[in-house]
């Protein structure tokens, strides 16, 4: 359709960089991003929705933050497992120092301290409690390992879908967005972008092999799903080869870590092995 073509001539300009980020900004940033981080942003901010699904070390983080010092996606949710809350506050604090940052503690609601945060921190399991106090507050979520999600039958699944249906840009993130069956795989995404893959049906019969039991279809062509999802700009997924051009050449530090050379000498052969 028009529209899909539309959207995948967008997602192409984006990944060859002739997009740029709006100058619409309240926040700057105290650490500059790298370009395939802003591209990364870009795609969001173009698209409403987005899975990255970039390899592990590339900073997913650091282009979530890229979006969000844009006032459009102020008051922002991110939404993440509970042991990396902290990490968040922290990466929040230092890449976007103007932005006030508030980390839920407890499930049941409460009233938080001075003005409405501009990044509000949750855990997958404490966001059930807080459906109703967030309706029509957020205008961006973050989906911090989004494979959570891939189950829409879960109550993590209903309260990340409540909570996103006001508001206009979502972002997943994830180096491993499913575990392998195609279903999983249009949860993740219809969270992203609703309806983009059509209903259930339309796409497992566009898409997956016949089910080998409940909610078990796998995707039939996984290459031309995958270059499909990209060419409609709601996958974006970069290894370090892919933007090797971008990163700082890496440093060779040698720490000398303490040990028990005794210790190590009668267990050589067993390390060694």
Not at 154 to 164: E, F, L, P
Request: aromatic share 8%.
């Amino acid at each position: 359709s028009e529209g899909y073509r539309a959207r995948g001539v967008a997602a192409r300009m984006i990944e060859l960089g002739q997009f740029r980020l709006s100058p619409d900004v309240d926040h700057r940033m105290a650490l500059p991003p790298r370009p395939y981080q802003q591209r990364a942003a870009a795609m969001l901010l173009t698209m409403g929705g987005l899975l990255l699904a970039d390899m592990v070390g590339l900073g997913k983080t650091a282009s979530a933050l890229t979006a969000l010092a844009d006032r459009r996606c102020l008051p922002a949710l991110v939404v993440c497992p509970p042991h990396l809350m902290t990490h968040w506050e922290d990466e929040v604090r230092r890449f976007l120092p103007s932005c006030t940052v508030h980390a839920i503690t407890r499930t049941k609601p409460y009233r938080l301290f001075g003005v409405w945060p501009d990044v509000l921190i949750c855990s997958y399991h404490r966001l059930k409690g807080w459906v109703d106090a967030l309706d029509g507050k957020i205008k961006a979520i973050v989906y911090d390992e989004v494979h959570q999600l891939r189950h829409d039958s879960s109550q993590i699944y209903k309260a990340c879908a409540a909570v996103a249906k006001t508001t206009v840009y979502r972002l997943g993130m994830s180096a491993t967005p499913i575990a392998g069956y195609g279903e999983e795989f249009f949860n993740v995404l219809n969270a992203l972008r609703p309806g983009m893959l059509g209903t259930r049906e339309e796409f497992k019969r566009e898409w997956c092999n016949q089910s080998i039991g409940p909610r078990k279809a796998t995707i039939r062509e996984p290459e031309a799903f995958g270059r499909y999802v990209k060419d409609v700009g709601v996958m974006m997924r970069r290894t370090r080869a892919d933007v090797s051009r971008e990163l700082p050449a890496l440093n060779s530090i040698a720490y000398e870590v303490e040990h028990d050379a005794a210790v190590l000498k009668a267990k050589e052969k067993e390390i060694l092995e």
